[in-house]
C-alpha cells in the first residue's frame, strides 16, 4: 500500500500482442517511468506451432513443406538449410546447374523479404509512400518466382539433390528486366527515405549495439552487420555456389538504426549483383543428382548445416536413428536471437524509439515461435 500522498512513478504498459508494430502475435511488456522504459521484457509463445515437434512424427520429405511456414518472408533460405542437412546425411552431390538455380531464386526471395522490410518499417514510423513503391517492386520478384515455383509467399520448391524443375529463357529474362528495374528505383528510395529528414531523425543515434554485445547474444545477419562485423555464412562458411560469385558484405560503422537500414538496402544491390552473376555463368547440365532414393532413410547420424537468411543464420541440426523419420531435428533461427537483445538496448529509451528499435532488428514471430 502506498502512503497517503504519494503517488507511484512506474507504471506497466503492454506493446502487443494484438499492436501492429510488432508484426505478429509479440507482446512486450514494458515497465516505464514516464515515456522512458526502464525494463522491457520480450512475452513469445503466443503463436507456438511445434515444428520441431511435427518433424519426428513426418518422414523427411513429408516435413520440407514446413520449411516455408517457419520464416514465411525468406521460405527458400530455409528449403534450401534443410536440404542441405538431408543432402548431407545421405551423401547427395547437387548438380551445379542446380546449385546456380538455387541461388538465383534465394537471392530473389532475400531482397522480396527486405522489401517488405523496408516498406512495413516505414509504415511502423508513419510513413506510407515508401510502402507502395516497395510492395510495386515487390510485386515483380513474386511474379518471377510464381512463375517457376507456382507459390507466391509460402515456397516448397527445392528437393533433396536439386531442384524439380528448371529455369527457360523466359524467367531469366524476367530477372534481368527486374534487376534494371531495381536498379534504377535506388535514387526514388535515397530520395523518399534515406535522405528524409524525418527518417534520420528517429534512426540515427537510436539503438546502439555495440560488437561486444552482437558477440554477447549471438547477433547475425544485419543486425551484426550493422554494428560493424562483417560476418555473413554465405562468405564465411561458403555454401552452395555462392564461392564462384563476387560480391561484397556490407557493414555499418556506428551500430544504430540508420546502420541496420542501409546495411539491408545495400544488401539488395549485392544480391543483384549475384543474381546478374549467376545468369551470365548458368552452367548446363542436369538440375537434380543422380540416384536419390524414393525413400529417404538416412544410415544414423547427425549433421548440422547453415544458411545465410533476410534475418541472420538458419541452422538445421537432425540427428537420425536409421529410421524414415528423423529422430530429432533442431531449428536455429536469427529472429529469437536477434530479439534476446532488446531488453538491454529498450532501457532509458523513449516509447516512441522502442518501435523504431523492434522494427529495426525485422522479427518473423512464427520463426520465433516455430
Known amino acids: 500500500m502506498l502512503e497517503r500522498g504519494l503517488e507511484e512513478k512506474t507504471y506497466v504498459l503492454n506493446l502487443g500482442p494484438?499492436?501492429?508494430?510488432?508484426?505478429?502475435?509479440?507482446?512486450?511488456?514494458?515497465?516505464?517511468?514516464?515515456?522512458?522504459?526502464?525494463?522491457?521484457?520480450?512475452?513469445?509463445g503466443y503463436g507456438h506451432r511445434g515444428h520441431?515437434?511435427?518433424?519426428?512424427?513426418?518422414?523427411?520429405?513429408?516435413?520440407?513443406?514446413?520449411?516455408?511456414?517457419?520464416?514465411?518472408?525468406?521460405?527458400?533460405?530455409?528449403?534450401?538449410?534443410?536440404?542441405?542437412a538431408v543432402e548431407k546425411l545421405l551423401g547427395l552431390q547437387v548438380p551445379e546447374r542446380a546449385e546456380f538455380i538455387r541461388v538465383i531464386?534465394?537471392?530473389?526471395?532475400?531482397i522480396a523479404s527486405h522489401l517488405l522490410w523496408v516498406g512495413a518499417y516505414l509504415l511502423d514510423l508513419g510513413a506510407f509512400t515508401p510502402f507502395l513503391y516497395c510492395f510495386d517492386d515487390r510485386e515483380n520478384i513474386l511474379d518471377l518466382l510464381d512463375y517457376l515455383t507456382g507459390s507466391r509467399l509460402t515456397y516448397c520448391f527445392y528437393r533433396f539433390g536439386g531442384v524439380p524443375v528448371d529455369v527457360d529463357d523466359d524467367f531469366l529474362t524476367g530477372c534481368k528486366?527486374?534487376?534494371?528495374?531495381?536498379?534504377?528505383?535506388?535514387?526514388?528510395?535515397?530520395?523518399?527515405?534515406?535522405?528524409?529528414?524525418?527518417?534520420?531523425?528517429?534512426?540515427?543515434?537510436v539503438g546502439f549495439i555495440?560488437?561486444?554485445q552482437?558477440?554477447?547474444?549471438?547477433?547475425?545477419?544485419?543486425?551484426?552487420?550493422?554494428?560493424?562485423?562483417?560476418?555473413?555464412i554465405r562468405r564465411c562458411e561458403p555454401y552452395s555456389a555462392y564461392p564462384l560469385f563476387d560480391f561484397e558484405i556490407p557493414v555499418g560503422d556506428r551500430g544504430d538504426i540508420m546502420d541496420r537500414y542501409l546495411v539491408r538496402m545495400r544488401e539488395m544491390e549485392q544480391s543483384l549483383r549475384i543474381i546478374e552473376q549467376a545468369i551470365d555463368k548458368l552452367p548446363g547440365g542436369p538440375i537434380m543428382a543422380e540416384k536419390v532414393p524414393k525413400r529417404i532413410k538416412p544410415a544414423p547420424g547427425e549433421v548440422y548445416a547453415a544458411v545465410e537468411t533476410a534475418r541472420g543464420e538458419f541452422g538445421c541440426y537432425i540427428v537420425s536413428n536409421?529410421?524414415?523419420?528423423?529422430?530429432?531435428?533442431?531449428?536455429?533461427?536469427?529472429s529469437f536471437g536477434n530479439l534476446s537483445i532488446l531488453p538491454e538496448i529498450a532501457v532509458d529509451t523513449l516509447v516512441a524509439d522502442l518501435v523504431a528499435i523492434l522494427g529495426s532488428i525485422d522479427?518473423?514471430?512464427?520463426?520465433?515461435?516455430?
Open 210 to 212: 555495440t560488437k561486444e
Open 177 to 205: 528486366k527486374f534487376i534494371k528495374r531495381l536498379r534504377s528505383r535506388w535514387p526514388d528510395y535515397d530520395n523518399l527515405v534515406t535522405k528524409n529528414v524525418i527518417f534520420i531523425n528517429r534512426t540515427r543515434d
Open 105 to 110: 531464386t534465394a537471392e530473389l526471395n532475400r
Open 322 to 334: 536409421g529410421d524414415l523419420k528423423p529422430y530429432r531435428i533442431k531449428l536455429r533461427v536469427p
Open 52 to 84: 520441431e515437434h511435427m518433424a519426428e512424427n513426418r518422414n523427411y520429405l513429408q516435413f520440407l513443406p514446413n520449411m516455408g511456414r517457419v520464416d514465411y518472408l525468406h521460405a527458400l533460405a530455409y528449403n534450401q538449410g534443410y536440404c542441405m
Open 18 to 44: 494484438q499492436h501492429p508494430s510488432t508484426h505478429g502475435v509479440l507482446r512486450v511488456e514494458l515497465q516505464l517511468e514516464g515515456e522512458f522504459i526502464t525494463k522491457a521484457d520480450p512475452d513469445i
Open 214 to 232: 552482437c558477440i554477447k547474444y549471438g547477433l547475425t545477419g544485419p543486425m551484426v552487420r550493422g554494428s560493424g562485423i562483417p560476418y555473413d
Open 363 to 370: 522479427v518473423v514471430v512464427p520463426e520465433i515461435d516455430r
